[in-house]
């Protein structure tokens, strides 16, 4: 598959991005390739990459433990101790092999240590390889709020290798593909329709292609998110809040990320339908499609309340409103409406349907 | 006295600077100020901040703990953790009011709180207006390493406000001249000899000015810091490692960060005779102004093994080689000069003498 070239650096895929590693590793004179993973990558990727570097490198493996709820600030600072200790330098570079917390943590670790060393980003989750491979977002969370801590900064390439997939559960599968999924919901009708069908995760490997083809195109048109790049947050105002809650709440199982933002995106298409114009048609066609493929999520009223309750502290908020990123139709999606009180209860009532 | 305009923002003095504070607030819509002080400038700075604002604006006020051990990750965490609980958005805006720590770190809390805010540098200390100013420089420490964690990024505007230095002892502001003199050492001879015979600070406010201009000349020139800014650094190299020392070490007192420069410049200029033609003279010169103005420090073998052994965390440093900036004359740096590991003893000795 052709590499896909971002705003500073290019995305390489299965055999070209070996191929593109070591041709950047050989002119490129980094005093030591320091390789973050976490516990499931070190067993299940690790082997495979290190086999796949032709040149003679000093090689560190940082390891630290895996899931969401280690994504925060002693995580690292662990990471930064061990660089020290390690005797990292600027001409240093981190390699991130692992999903979205590897990835986003190990690039917001990279982009502060000595003021910034060099990262390149090998997402082995499908999520990770659909959602974090450009836009160059790094962060960690800060308690149970998302990613509040955290800068923007380039990666110096992306490696896509879609062998790592094997290595998942079925159920991380579903997740990456929820972001997917929103890729045609805000952007592509056709590439929506495509992918709703799909039914083996073995010919993934051109949609993988597409969805970070739709994510570079929306980036590159607007990289400080002033509008287009606000769309990838459709599902995400009220998905976040729920992702959030379940992993601070001790009485709830964690949802995946894809998992929280597949109901994000029901209620937020119910909002569409209720404020711009979504059909009900494809309302129902988008509830469907999710419902087919997530677990429906139990929601409580007080559940419903300690979600609102995290809304506000959204990233994408300012003075106080809350700004959503809705659909005019599949394919279309419209910036910064906000939200009569009221529609949210109704919202959760459509879900539980 | 006129304002200076870096790459992105301009450092305003004295009375322009609360006009064009109050002009920057009044157009800029933020949602809050925040405004990050610690215990010392919250008492002493503050009120007279305050009284200067004209508008109506939402404020926050959010206090840390004064001195450079505070100076890390776990207080970074408690600022952070304000914001979020205090409810800042991304319309929000963070002034540090305050000296070195007050303005490294909060500009890299606000540089990292949601991907990063708007943030305005009032320093409090010499130090920190003649140092911090300009350059973008941001971090905290990790453990006893200096600045181990930061990014580069520019405040909206920086207000230098010469009465504040009314509020510091003697000692800080010996402190922030030894800056001063860098300056002159390794860029302005003419510069260097009017400050070394300025007896009485009463009269600084037109050097800090030239101090930050010189600053300012440097980093436009090199922003990235491939090389001319490189030269900032001098004294830095081993001062860095004298000051971590101090500030570790249970049995000595703590220097403050000229302190500390000061001997590392003294020590660097010598080497600097031996190894690129700094002249015996000027060497006496140098040594001679530093001795009158800094109490010497009293270093132990052990101290000098120690201070040695931190050497290599130096940033500046790649592959494993110590990279020093070294003088020709006074007013003319050289960079990348490497040490032969036997003149560090004599260069100790040299200081004692």
């Given at each position: ?29 980094y ?9 499931n ?10 086999a ?8 560190e ?27 990292a330098?600027?001409k240093?570079v981190?390699?991130n092999?692992?999903?979205?917390v590897?990835t ?13 060393i060099?990262f390149i980003?090998?997402?082995?989750t499908?999520?990770s ?5 450009v ?14 801590i ?31 999924l ?21 010919l993934?490997?051109?949609?993988i ?12 048109q ?14 995400h105002?009220?998905g ?10 001790e009485?709830h ?15 937020e ?12 048609t ?30 506000k ?5 300012s003075?106080?409103n809350?700004?959503f990123v809705?659909?005019?139709s599949?394919?279309e ?5 906000r939200i ?7 919202a959760?009532a459509?879900?539980?349907?």
């Open positions: 598959m052709q590499s896909i070239t971002t705003s500073s650096y290019s995305v390489h895929f299965n055999d070209l991005a070996y191929k593109a590693l070591n041709q950047h590793l050989d002119k490129s004179g005093s030591t390739l320091f390789i973050l993973v976490d516990e990558t070190f067993d299940h990727c690790l082997p495979g990459f290190m796949q570097i032709e040149g003679d490198y000093h090689f493996v940082i390891e630290i433990e895996p899931g969401e709820v280690h994504k925060n600030i002693e995580t690292c600072t662990q990471v930064w101790g061990a660089l020290s200790e390690l005797e330098d600027r240093s981190l390699v092999l692992g999903g979205g590897v986003d943590l190990g690039g917001f670790v990279a982009s502060t240590f000595k003021r910034g060099d980003n090998v997402p082995t499908l999520l390889m659909v959602d974090a491979s836009g160059g977002k790094t962060g960690v969370d800060l308690g149970p709020l998302k990613n509040q955290g800068v923007i900064n380039q990666p110096v390439m992306v490696l896509i290798v879609t062998e790592f997939l094997n290595t998942l559960e079925e159920r991380q599968l579903h997740s990456g593909f929820a972001e997917m929103k890729h045609g919901l805000i952007r592509d009708k056709g590439y929506w329709s495509a992918l709703k069908s799909l039914n083996n995760f073995d993934i490997d051109e949609f292609h597409d969805s970070v083809v739709i994510k570079n195109q929306v980036v590159l607007d990289p400080t998110e002033q509008n287009l790049r606000k769309t990838l947050n459709f599902g105002t009220l976040h809040a729920i992702e959030s809650y379940f992993l601070a709440s009485s199982e964690t949802l995946l990320h894809g998992e929280a933002i597949a109901a994000g995106m029901i209620l298409a119910y909002l569409s339908q209720q404020l711009t114009g979504l059909s009900q494809e309302l129902d066609e988008i509830k469907g499609t999710f419902a087919k493929r997530y677990p429906k999520v139990d929601f409580s009223e007080d559940d419903i309340f300690n979600i609102l309750g995290l809304l502290f959204d990233k994408k908020n003075h106080g809350i700004n809705l659909l005019e599949i394919g999606a419209v910036l910064d409406i009569p009180q009221d529609l949210y209860f109704p959760f459509y879900y539980k349907e």
